[in-house]
């Protein structure tokens, strides 16, 4: 959607618990030498400014690392850890204004053999993202839609990857969209682990994501899910979710020791938790 900017929304509890799951993900893939793809399919700007207009609006940040922050000295979980150290990295004066998004976090994990592209196609955030990172061998940024570009991008060379898709679901069909795009490029890249995030809102039209991608025939999909309850009533959207198909083994116990720190300290425990086969094997 070309009228969706995700600085309004950054650094809540949403971002936590995604960027974190994501992040356990890719060092579970790196367990293994070989080169991977990263590809990150609606980028958006890739890193926000907390400070600005737009996220002070209505100060969503305020249910995800604003909490957190000041736990960051603190013993947490490997892939809480690893992601303090980024948004540490990203702000010298000891703040989190600075807040990396997924393609910082993504970029931030490359090894010398590995290569990440970050796509965006609303014209700010994609300028944003040009001046926030420099095109290279390893990074490449598409101005081009995301549908589009999974089609386009894959398979990779590497024949290993992550591709993180996590659009805004402003458009209802993107539920389903979001599900027949990649049943049709899975046939062309099974060995790839696609991590799809959803909002947990109550019309539910999650659920259409669940049933487009059980017809698909795609077995191996996890489900991680983090519902916050009624922790914050200002917010329509009360948690989120993870579909992961292809999860790396190594992953798994990362991301539940994440999962189990995010619920206990954005929480206070009073979240509901779960992780899961969507799919089996």
Known sequence: MLSYQHTYHAGNHADIFKHILLGDIVAGMQQKPSPMYLLDAFASRGIYDLTSTEAQKNREFETGIGKLWPMRHQTVAAGVKRWFKLIEAENCDGSYHRFPGSTALLASMLRDSDRLAA???????????????????????????????????????????????????????????????????????????????????????????????????????????????????????????????????????????????????????????????????
């Open 119 to 281: 796509c965006d196609l609303h014209p700010q955030e994609f300028e944003s993202l040009r001046q926030g990172f420099k095109s290279s061998r390893k990074l490449t940024l598409h101005k081009r839609d995301a549908f589009e570009a999974l089609g386009a991008l894959l398979p990779p060379k590497e024949k290993r990857g992550v591709v993180f898709l996590d659009p805004s679901y402003e458009n209802k069909t993107e539920y389903s969209d979001i599900a027949n795009v990649i049943s049709k490029v899975y046939p062309h890249f099974r060995a790839g682990v696609y991590v799809i995030w959803y909002p947990l809102l109550p019309a539910a039209r999650h659920q259409d994501l669940f049933k487009e991608l059980k017809r698909s025939g795609i077995r191996k999909i996890l489900r991680v899910e983090l519902d916050c309850g009624d922790c914050f009533p200002d917010m329509q959207m009360h948690g989120s979710g993870l579909l992961i198909i292809n999860p790396p083994w190594h992953a798994k116990q990362a991301m539940q020791s994440s999962l189990s720190w995010i619920n206990q300290n954005l929480t206070q425990g009073k979240g509901i938790t779960s992780l899961g086969w969507l799919v089996p094997e």
